[in-house]
């Protein structure tokens, strides 16, 4: 089994920063893709941006340019720096990876969620 876990989630003003981050841990031969998702209340999960393991980044148009989303695949772990954050910016935070098993099967994972909220 593999466990994502996320941490840095909390209350911020706006404009503030906050950190997120999300190690992966278990039965893994690699990580490939890594992202992160939000869901605001009575809202769908959106997705915020991902990276491969070769470090190609993709991200949403409302976060360019404010979040960036990076990794250290030496601790199978992705982050996501936010920067000039906005109340919009409020959401659950999900961490989400797909890792390839020692049999070589690739399972997509999603973590428990960490909370941000930006208060105006």
């Known amino acids: 089994q593999v466990q994502l876990v996320e941490s840095g989630g909390g209350l911020v003003q706006a404009g503030g920063s906050l950190r997120l981050s999300c190690a992966a841990s278990?039965?893994?031969?690699?990580?490939?893709?890594m992202g992160w998702y939000r869901q605001a209340p009575l809202e769908t999960r959106e997705l915020v941006a991902t990276?491969?393991?070769?470090?190609?980044?993709n991200a949403v148009d409302s976060v360019k340019g404010r979040f960036t989303i990076s990794r250290d695949n030496g601790k199978n772990t992705v982050y996501l720096q936010m920067n000039s954050l906005k109340p919009e910016d409020t959401a659950v935070y999900y961490c989400?990876?797909?890792?390839?098993?020692?049999?070589?099967?690739?399972?997509?994972?999603w973590g428990r969620g960490t909370q941000v909220t930006v208060s105006s």
């Open positions: 990276i491969t393991s070769g470090g190609s980044t």
């Open positions: 278990g039965s893994i031969f690699s990580v490939d893709t």
């Open positions: 989400n990876a797909d890792v390839t098993s020692s049999r070589g099967t690739v399972y997509n994972y």
